[in-house]
């Protein structure tokens, strides 16, 4: 009986070390912090002014310190994150609900670990009243360690289809 | 637990389970070969491409029409973005080497006005030429009432071609 115990103990033992050892921990801080970032911005109903801040709050403090923000490209870049806050909530009270969906991710996370670039295909659509209007965007997000945790450090729009005159 | 009757039995899953079982994987991997890799169902969203394409309309990509072609003007071509889960629907107006421009809402192609049947709803765009380098193609939607501004119409990588579409 106490042997059986022990080999259980043991392979148990085994399969946490694997675990650990072959669960990419950067990839799966990241892929958190972007799917927090994606519930974070969509709303359902209509909020308070407090709870609006403090959403706004908690959606900034997934950026770093001194983000380089470059999305929407008609906002000017935004390089605070206190801006960054007062910006995501004059932006979220625009609309009364708003549901933002996450595709096609690709991660890459540098070989020293403290930096990693991922890219994705965000859909957005916004309501207010009985306007609706949706717009998705090739968008690239580059992360750095800050504090311990993976944050957001740069926001950039890609373009497949380059509109004339853009600058190609 | 009672027997099932044969004849149930074998409605359900013929002579041979593990006959029907090989099949019915067989069928699965197909069916995700099929429509999950290289002919997938897409759902258009948005009216840049009306009339051709319908807001809503669903249709079947093909993601192999272009392994051994080039896309030609006139093509429907999807332009993958991030991925492939999520991608544009555009028409070819030019191909490598063309000069691509827009008169009072007539294509120009090298010069020549070029006559486009799938426009039901014309405009009156007006846009500089624009020469094509090696490997762009110029694409933009059949909706030309809309502002030249609002439309996403432009050059685009022939890497971002991901597949033509059957309607």
Redesign the interface.
Known sequence: MRKTLVAIICLAAVAAALVFLLVDWDRRAIMKNLRQLESLVSKDTSETTFAALTRAREIASLFTRRPEIRFPPYLPSVSDRQELSGLIYQGRGMADTISVRIHDTTLEVDSGRREAVLQMTARGTAARGNLEDTDVRELELGWKREDGKWLISRMRAISAIQHPGSGM | MTALDPRWSRWLWGRSLRRTLIRLVVLAILTWVVFGRLFPFVRI??LSMEPSLRNGSIHLANRIEYRSAEPQRGDIVM????????M?A?RVLGVPGDRVAFEHGTLVVNGTPVSEPYVVLDGAWN??A?TLGPGEYF?AGDNRSMPLDAH?????RRD?IAGGLWR
């Open positions: 969203e948005g332009i993958r973005m991030a991925g492939t889960r999520v544009y555009k846009m500089p624009v694409v996403t119409l432009g050059t685009v971002r």
